[in-house]
């Protein structure tokens, strides 16, 4: 695409051929008794050539505001993508990092106490334990410690990273306090903070 400045350079050359053209019609037309009328035919001229070629420099400025616009809105949706990218890969990471940390000792510890508070702050009743799949293997401590409540494996399929959900099947009063939950909740503030949101498809227009 030929840059504005040699949109301009060829624009002016075409209305300075076009005016040698038209002025050396007007000079074998007009003899030397109708110097006067030739005159003011040239100014009449020199006037329409000088809209013309504020038109075309008009136009010009047009077609340059559209690509600094368009240019700007490319920008700006890559800028975004990038955000984006940036922040899906921090938390990639930290859910990395998470599961690590399940396969501690002081995960087992804290996930027992978190399971005791948090039946203490809903209150009397039967409760469900649901733990991640990933946790299997301390469903015998669980059930050891909560020997009088329900322990359920979440299925494969549903991940909860780490943590647990409760559910007080005598008020039916439900808690999700899983990693997972934890960690989509930080991430739908943080894309806000960022002017984002989650599932934003960016780039559309």
């Known amino acids: 695409m030929p840059t504005i400045a040699v949109k301009l350079d060829r624009f002016r050359a075409d209305i300075m051929r076009d005016v040698t053209e038209k002025k050396k019609a007007i000079e074998t ?6 110097a006067k009328d030739y005159e003011q035919q040239e100014l009449q001229f020199l ?3 000088y809209e013309i070629i504020q038109n075309g420099l008009k136009k010009i400025d047009k077609e340059k505001n559209e690509v600094i616009s368009k240019t700007l809105m490319e920008n700006k949706v890559k800028m975004l993508a990038k955000r984006k990218e940036i922040i899906d890969e921090a938390f990639n990471l ?17 996930l027992i106490q978190k399971i ?6 809903l209150g009397d009743g039967n409760y469900t334990i649901y733990i991640n799949y990933k946790d299997k293997d301390l469903y015998k401590e669980l059930h050891e410690a909560f020997p009088d409540q329900k322990i359920f494996i979440e299925k ?9 959900k409760l559910l007080n099947t005598t008020t039916n009063v439900y808690l999700d ?8 909740a930080e ?3 943080f894309l806000q903070q960022c002017g984002l949101e989650i599932n934003e498809k960016v780039g559309d227009q």
């Open 29 to 34: 037309k007009v003899d030397n008794k109708l």
């Open 47 to 49: 006037e329409d050539a």
């Open 94 to 110: 930290a859910r990395v990092k998470i599961e690590a940390y399940t396969k501690t000792e002081e995960y087992k510890t804290k």
């Open 116 to 121: 005791k508070e948090y039946m203490e702050f």
């Open 156 to 164: 494969k399929h549903i991940e909860m990273l780490g943590g647990c």
């Open 177 to 184: 306090d899983s990693y997972e939950k934890r960690l989509e």
């Open 187 to 189: 991430e739908e503030n």
